[in-house]
């Protein structure tokens, strides 16, 4: 029993020792950074306005996060599609088999819904209270009809005020 936990530790140890010797070899080896250009966002010379490390929202890391999680379970799902083919050859296996199913795709449902209600899927926040809150239903503006365009385009008279062409 004991020979087995050192097989572990064993293991362990050696793994630690490959990892460090080949970050080691590889400091010896690889070249010098001789400047700071190399860590400019722009490596043509180019000088930097402003900060180059820009900060993403998190709203992308989330719908990217339920992206990736709904695409496993679709990976998950047709497998076991397969499986209950067969398993419906047997009533027992069948039915325990479609219950898993149904709670797997309803666990990953309630999150959805969790996360909808926390509002993390609206993209538009407003600031209330020390805290980004989503915003209500926005209100509808009615678009003109064509009659309006029409009455507004012919106040003008067609020059431009900015315009360089009237100044010659």
Not at 39 to 50: D, N
Not at 67 to 85: S, T
Not at 154 to 159: H, I, L, V
Request: glycine share 8%.
């Amino acid at each position: 029993m004991h020979f087995d936990y050192l097989n572990v530790l064993v293991f362990l140890v050696v793994g630690f020792l490959f990892v460090l010797v080949n970050l080691a070899i590889g400091s010896l080896i690889r070249p010098k950074r001789k400047g700071t250009e190399g860590l400019e966002t722009y490596e043509c010379g180019e000088e930097t306005i402003g900060d180059s490390w820009v900060q993403f929202d998190i709203r992308y890391y989330t719908v990217a996060l339920i992206y990736v999680i709904f695409a496993v379970e679709i990976a998950f799902l047709f497998p076991w599609a397969m499986v209950l083919n067969r398993a419906f050859e047997n009533p027992e296996i069948g039915l325990w088999a479609l219950a898993k199913g149904f709670m797997f795709v309803t666990i990953l449902f309630f999150g959805l819904v969790a996360v909808w209600a926390k509002g993390d899927l609206d993209w538009i926040l407003t600031w209330s209270k020390e805290a980004y809150v989503p915003m209500g239903k926005r209100e509808a503006t009615s678009i003109p009809d064509l009659t309006t365009l029409e009455e507004n385009d012919g106040d003008s008279d067609g020059s431009d005020p900015d315009s360089d062409e009237d100044a010659a």
